[in-house]
DNA sequence: AATGAATGAGGATTCATTCAT
DNA sequence: AATGAATGAATCCTCATTCAT
């Protein structure tokens, strides 16, 4: 009588996979089902509609990344070891909902303006703080540079670990803590060579 | 009395920020014709398509980015001036078609599929022999870092610079060559705070 | 000051070449326009609107026809001499506006419900005044068959005629008379092989 | 409930009607669909296209056709009783798909240029053929008159007949076979009244 | 006479969604 | 749970027509 949750979860699977390689726009019903394996019309018993499997597959999504990232920030950590912590934490992400994180990254920006998705506007905030404040942090605590712009540079790393979604394959010659460590290594300390004493 | 290649590029421009600011699938001809003061029907005139607006800013956008890489490519310089003059170029770019850019950014992967855009995908090969190949030659120099996967770092770098594309707005507090510098210093030093002698 | 008729007539040839070739709905007025060497909206210096070309067309095919019909039946010939006439007439008529004959078989039917080309059905209707007066009163005379359905004879002789026009091309080989000759041969004689006393 | 097909046949041949009567250009699908009790882009659930509509309307016409010509073809009859054969086929194949017939009849020139509706020309070879052919041997056996050119009584045979759908009602005063014997004695011996010992 | 740019109505088609079965 | 048929709104696009130049 009640929808199974399993047959949920791999329809909202489908729906990212496809929603991430085409553009939600882009995407039709049809072609969710069709990759899902039933018609159109049957995604209704499922969900309320074609939105409502984009909020789903994103606010999960968030959900579950700001659970690890409230973790890190509660950690007490140091800036530096937070910025590592949320790199890693990002990559990881990434590995375990990388469909999600494309969708996110791809359509966030036009999906703010409707009300349903306010929420993500919300999450950028709540980025810019946690991001922003630990760079802050470490100008003064002396860790990051400060000749730099912070905004700049929060943009910078920012963009650098999300893009990655774009292009990451789970299960690829890279685990996510692998990248993570040399994302971090070149964002910490560049890609030119010097000899440090 | 006026030569009418402006009323296209007008056109186009107005097509290419709403393409950029909507998605291209999500944009309406109408929305267009509304924000370029004609009706619907009249873009027909001067363009065959939709499609076709978006494959002429996507070609001449290519076209004009060719044209500075590979005055840069041909000029001699060594392996770091090199990835220097390519991202201050990038974002010169970056400055002048914004839109296009974000567009290419955005809409690149899935449009690749379509014949028709077929030269995107050639673009993404050239990009990579000309940026991957720079870093290859600095490991090589000496002056690029041996110990990260020079895939990565090209990766890294490339969506760094074009990612800048959906939120930079031109006329800002930097000009595009003073991002250009600090981007550079960040991608190249690092943003630690490292004590150098 | 004033249209140049040799333009109009031009004009209206290209018109109802193309129209014979594609259908009245078929062809778009930027079709003829560029058979014609000029652009679509030109057209409107000389003509109202699409459909008054084609009623020039279709009123100035059919004036000249009765012209020669009107001139046929006032000449006192016998019925079967009549049928001669009338159907030479017809193919004089094919040869010197084959793309007029081909529009106004193929369209008549679905154009006589406007009321613009009442005028159609009319002629119609003074065809079969002709043809099937002349046939009954063949039959009455004895020179033609009364064992057959005389409508069906009617429609049998007009559609042979006319259906001529799909296919046939002047400066063939045969002039329209010869053509006439073997067509009242066949309608007349029947193409069976009889050994008549 | 009950089988699908029934539904597609149904639109099909609603749609035929409409095509007949109007012209295919001229027929819009809101019209079809009006005619056949649903809303236009309904349609589109049971067809691709409006074209393929029509090419299923002819396809199916002719080869309904095949069948019962290549039958008589393969029965073994003289040229005459061949004739014979081929044309009463041919007034019931009117009788039963009148509306195919006349679009056929009506469109099949311009169709031919499309690749999608190449079929027609061959056809139209395969016509040629069996009449064409017919006629020959019957030249050649006597049984038909040497001094007509062959190829112009083909096509007066050809036309004659089919020409019949834009007229014929189904259901009206004379049978199919009643119209066919008529017609072949019209085409056979003649209009004209002879004594024939 | 003709052009170039535009209009606006209408056309085919797509697609998210509904709903009886 | 899922199907099959349909809805209706919206979309891209076409095209006859207009009109200032």
């Known amino acids: 009588m009640r929808p199974a949750p399993e047959r949920r979860r791999e329809i909202l699977d489908t729906a990212a996979e496809v929603f991430a390689a085409q553009g939600y726009d882009a995407t039709t019903v049809r072609r969710i089902a069709d990759a899902a ?26 959900r579950e990344l700001w659970g690890r990232y409230d973790a890190v920030l509660a950690a007490g950590l140091d800036p530096r070891q937070t910025i590592e912590a949320l790199v890693t934490e990002s ?20 999906l703010q303006e409707l ?15 946690a991001w922003l404040g630990t760079l802050e942090r470490g100008v003064a605590a002396g860790v ?41 290594s070149m964002v910490l300390e560049g890609i030119a060579f010097i000899t440090r004493t």
């Open 91 to 110: 990559f990881r992400e990434i590995d375990r909902h990388r469909a999600a994180v494309a969708i996110f990254q791809k359509e966030s920006r036009h």
């Open 144 to 184: 990051f540079r400060a000749d730099l712009d912070v905004r700049l540079t929060y943009r910078f790393v920012r963009d650098t670990v999300w893009v990655a979604a774009s292009w990451y394959r789970p299960g690829g010659q890279h685990s996510p803590e692998e990248i993570a460590r040399q994302y971090l």
């Open 115 to 129: 009300p349903r998705f306010g929420y993500l506007a919300d999450a950028q905030h709540r980025f810019e703080e």
């Open 37 to 62: 394996g039933l018609l159109a019309g049957s995604l209704y018993y499922h969900f309320d509609s074609k939105e409502s499997m984009l909020d789903e597959i994103l606010a999960s999504f968030l």
